[in-house]
């Protein structure tokens, strides 16, 4: 039997949703097969794949994509993590749980690299806080 289904979306699957697959698949990829997408693919940010090699995660493997209808209409849970994506996602059917986490794109993130870093870094833990608190439910 196939696993539920969690599909991470975002604006351009570059950074918050990639960095939420690769902590998803880390943490969840025991009970859950995890997927994200965009609502355009714009690549994977390099600065998302050195902020995940901090905490023992390569995502360099991942792939930036749009969002397959399919995976969408069979997932378990879409969790929506930018504005973008919660208003522009297709519509789900009435099986599918949906949640919304509001993060602050760290592809915009301006300053110094090390203040950019830091975006980076705080999204990366809201998300596995998140998760973390998926996985106790």
């Known amino acids: 039997m196939s696993k539920p289904i969690i599909y991470f979306l975002c604006t351009g699957n570059s950074c918050r949703s990639q960095m939420a697959e690769g902590l998803g698949r880390h943490m969840l990829g025991d009970e859950y097969e ?20 901090e905490v023992g995660i390569d995502i360099r493997g991942q792939e930036s994509a749009v969002i397959d209808r399919d995976l969408l209409n069979r ?9 973008d994506a919660k208003e522009n996602c297709p519509v789900t059917p009435p099986n599918v749980d949906t949640d919304h986490w509001g993060l602050v794109d760290p592809a915009k993130a301006e300053g110094t690299e090390e203040e950019v870093n830091q975006v980076f870094r705080d999204v990366r833990d809201d998300i596995k806080r998140r998760i973390e608190a998926l996985k106790a439910q």
Request: charged share 15%; glycine share 10%.
């Open 75 to 83: 997932a378990r849970l879409v969790i929506t993590l930018c504005g």
């Open 34 to 53: 995890v997927h994200s997408a965009g609502i355009e693919a714009h690549g994977v940010n390099p600065k998302a794949v050195e902020m995940m090699d």
